[in-house]
């Protein structure tokens, strides 16, 4: 019988090995040695690729002469999020694989590592990269300190607006701080991204939600604009027996407490069960793996071909020994104080659904136990209603949605939840829309 979740019993020194850098950065000589083999195309494909827009041709054209400073300004002067989209975005389906390189049947040009490369540079160094204008007399309120709002805030401040930041949590960074995979973005290395676009004199208040310590009233009232990015809310339920029992967690709560404690400070179980298939399942699966775990199962109800995360993150976790289990639904979670196992049953596709996927259909007589002492719960988060409400923005498809002029939104609450370099781009045509709107209207 399986027990419930402990500590993990790995050596200290052992645990930072597991959650060491995924990537090890470039040396100087490998940089150089790297940024010799672009081509420079003129209409370079990386860039079109990429959702911000990253000049890449012209930041490894600086690499190659040594001027790691530009680099670092062309990257984040596009990408106010560039060394965290270095160590977490989803390069291989982006800039890395639409390099024409692919096209001769060659290496694409490791494009995240010159990235991280000269963003490394600029915040070993604490370089300031940017100035901020002369103040404008005209006043911006974000909700969220998250990628959106942050990159929102690099422009307008950069513009001369008075920018202040709201955020909820203790820290800013959103998901950068509280919710990637430990071996690709440290909290420390996403703090020190962000303390570069406070230091433009972005104004951060932490500890405060809006709708509890400040109504967004008065934030109407009080700003001449306000940009929403407060990304999304709690993770969706199964809706079914067993599921609040101990033993039962969040993705995102197991990874942030992993992000914000020692390592040995986060308890894992033995037999782990993670129920989901996308990006955020396969860091809670393989960090539980990491932590100690002697065996973790991932769940998911359709086909592998199916499944959302990325085929670089699936072949992470088989490569971490994770066991998939396709075709499989959840049906009740097993335990009186706490979780033994969760009962399943097979599944096979079944007619399309309104959104043309094929939806699953149980097997009878498939009912089967997987034995576990710990579930983590990886199912997608919902939009934040309450929040919606108390702001009277619309929900529309899953997505919020302003129809106040002086109201913007963008990243994961307007998207749905994308990655960190699309939030980056949302903040940064909010930023856009804002000041060529405060600019018609004189504010």
């Not at 040695?33 to 012209?58: G, N, R, W």
């Not at 001769?104 to 990235?115: N, S, T």
């Not at 430990?182 to 405060?208: H, N, S, W």
């Not at 919020?400 to 609450?413: E, I, L």
């Amino acid at each position: 019988m399986p027990t419930p979740d402990v500590t993990p019993t790995l050596s200290t020194e052992q645990l930072e090995r597991n959650f060491a850098d995924i990537a090890a950065p470039l040396t100087s000589d490998a940089a150089l040695l790297e940024a010799a083999k672009c081509l420079f195309c003129y209409d370079a494909p990386c860039t079109h690729a990429c959702p911000t827009h990253i000049d890449v041709p012209a930041f490894i054209k600086k690499i190659e002469t040594g001027n790691l400073k530009g680099s670092a300004r062309v990257i984040l002067d596009a990408n106010p999020m560039g060394h965290s989209c270095a160590r977490a975005c989803p390069v291989e389906v982006l800039c890395e694989g639409a390099c024409v390189l692919n096209d001769r049947d060659e290496q694409p040009i490791k494009i995240a590592l010159l990235q991280r490369h000269a963003t490394d540079y600029a915040l070993e160094h604490k370089l300031a990269l940017f100035e901020p204008a002369e103040l404008n007399g005209k006043k911006v309120a974000i909700v969220g300190a998250g990628p959106a709002g942050l990159s929102c805030a690099q422009d307008l401040r950069r513009w001369g607006y008075a920018v202040t930041v709201f955020e909820a949590n203790d820290q800013p960074g959103g998901l950068n701080t509280y919710g990637i995979a430990e071996y690709k973005l440290r909290a420390e290395t996403a703090l020190a991204e962000v303390q570069m676009i406070l230091d433009l004199g972005v104004t951060l208040r932490t500890g405060v939600s809006v709708g509890r310590d400040v109504s967004f009233d008065e934030l109407e009232r009080g700003f001449d604009a306000v940009f929403v990015g407060v990304g999304l809310g709690a993770t969706r339920r199964l809706e079914i027996p067993g599921e609040d029992l101990p033993g039962v967690h969040e993705a995102l709560a197991f990874i942030e407490h992993l992000k914000t404690h020692r390592y040995a400070d986060t308890r894992v179980g033995r037999a782990v069960v993670v129920i989901g298939a996308g990006n955020t399942a396969i860091d809670a699966a393989t960090q539980a793996k990491r932590l100690g775990a002697e065996h973790v199962t991932i769940v998911y109800r359709r086909a592998a071909d199916d499944m959302p995360a990325y085929d670089y993150e699936y072949d992470l976790a088989k490569r971490d020994g994770c066991e998939f289990r396709f075709h499989t639904a959840p049906k009740r979670i097993l335990g009186v104080d706490h979780v033994t196992g969760i009962e399943c049953v097979r599944t096979e596709p079944g007619e399309p659904g309104a959104d043309g996927r094929r939806r699953p259909v149980e097997v009878p007589e498939s009912t089967h136990v997987i034995e576990c002492d710990m579930v983590i719960k990886a199912l997608g988060q919902v939009v934040r209603d309450d929040f919606a409400r108390a702001a009277s923005l619309t929900i529309e498809d899953g997505r919020m949605v302003s129809t106040k002029p002086t109201v913007f939104v963008g990243g994961d609450c307007a998207n749905g939840g994308a990655e960190i370099v699309n939030a980056a781009a949302e903040g940064k045509r909010a930023a856009a829309a804002i000041h060529a709107y405060l600019q018609e209207t004189g504010g």
